[in-house]
């Protein structure tokens, strides 16, 4: 008996280790979705999670339901307040955390300060404006300063462990994470194609056609300003495989049209505008390092005349679905009133600002969440005041200068793919929205780990490591 659970075991965990445990998890997320049973399936998965944090050595498998699990949530945002309770589901992977830690307290050296890289150390600092934010203001509301600051904590105790326990040789964090985010894209369409399908079957193509032309998208955890970005932050992996992949390229760049043409039917103008201006530059990068220029371009060519053709063909229909947005243009709908608050806020609390607290469930009726001002600098300035802008500053320069530290390929996407996402914040809401937030550390931590330490490491540690030396030596 124990022989068999001890093969059963390990048959397990060399399944979690496995790319198929990457579409299982994608699978068992589109599950929970189409099924409406998502807070069922959403308990397993966190019980699915704090099981590879004990079974595998290598904890890499748990970015996976990490990275997917918000794409399974099928209720509206606003009926999420009666659901609050299920942020005690992470009590199960701190719990198998603490275990490990606890269990392989030998490898505690491995995440001493001195051996911090510049990113890491950044996002540790963070706790600093996350929890001083509104310091000077007064009439606080205490619990939100203990919820943003337990939040940081969390993720750099996460970021630290996971720092610790993954798999770092021949890049395959990185090459995991590449796998997720083209896994991502797929699940973000099938929910965009499915909805419209929907709404297709249920009123005809007039309703379909209306339903885009004034954004009625719900896909539950997201509306279309929500999805266009994740969409587009995922786009880029599909590319490199377009790159690297020689028998599957045109489907991969053919994967890449529909999912730019599934953006803009979400009509969200920011997306559309940022990604339109970034594919060119991404589709010629491809050109230039593909060993197959003619192929690819051929490629490219004839995806885009198809892709013109429809159009045309269509155009009647595309038009009267997209004339809102049309007329819109670049009209700021409302955000140059959020801006001019945000900015009030800065100036009355410049120092620490305003606090996570300020003006809280003001905006919208998705119960106590944070006054959003639809902009990531300007809610840094409005909440956390000049030391946040310090601090976020600092956490910024360390994202992009590890996303950039070797211009490749695989690196490049994921850059391309975080720099899309951050434009898109400097007019909306998503940087701060906290499964956002982690996917976008998941994107840096997996380039990251492919880094030699020395290369990521930052002058305070630096100069602590100095100090320590000289002291040593004086000793002596």
Known sequence: MKVAFTKAIDALRKFCLSDWFIYFTA??????????????????LFAIIAAV???CEDVTP???????????????????????????????????????????????????????????????????PMTLGGLFRGGRIVPVIFVAMGYMILLGACYLFFSMNVDKKNDRVLKYVLKLMFVNSIIVSLQLII????????????????????????????????????????????LYYALKDRKASFIFILVAFIEYALVISTGSRGTILIL?????????????????????????????AVAVLLAGLFAKDLLAAFSEIINRGLSDNGRFTLYKEALDAFVKYPVFGAGWDYRLGELYN???????????????????????????????YWRYRTLLA?????????????????????????????????MMLILTFAVETTIEPERLKPLPITLIEKRCANKKANKA
């Open 27 to 44: 699978v068992f997320v589109m599950a929970g979705w189409l099924s409406g049973e998502w807070m069922i399936f959403m308990g397993v």
């Open 366 to 396: 998705d119960g106590p969440v944070p006054y959003w001002y639809h902009s990531t600098a300007l809610q840094i300035l409005a909440n956390m005041g000049v030391i946040g802008a310090i601090f976020f500053g600092y956490f910024y």
């Open 406 to 438: 070797d211009r490749v390929p695989a690196k490049l996407a994921l850059f391309a793919g975080v720099l899309i996402f951050d434009l898109y914040g400097m007019i909306d809401v998503n940087f701060f929205g906290p499964t956002f937030f982690v």
């Open 276 to 304: 339109t201006i970034a594919l060119p530059f991404i589709l010629c990068y491809m050109m230039a390092k593909s060993p197959r220029k003619l192929q690819t371009g051929l490629t490219i060519s004839v995806s885009f």
């Open 62 to 128: 748990a970015l996976a339901p990490f990275f997917l699990f918000t794409m399974m949530i099928s209720s509206s945002r606003s009926q999420l307040v009666d659901k609050i309770w299920m942020l005690s589901l992470i009590v199960l992977p701190v719990a198998a955390i603490i275990y490990r830690m606890i269990k392989n307290r030998d490898k505690l050296s491995l995440i001493s300060p001195t051996k911090w890289t510049g990113f890491t150390l950044s996002l540790i600092l963070l706790i600093l």
């Open 195 to 238: 909805t419209y399908g929907g709404v297709f079957a249920d009123g005809g193509k007039d309703a379909l056609i209306n339903y885009i032309k004034y954004k009625n998208l719900n896909i539950g955890w997201a509306g279309g300003n929500n999805a266009a970005p994740v969409l587009a932050m995922c786009m880029p992996a599909g």
């Open 53 to 55: 944090l004990v079974l």
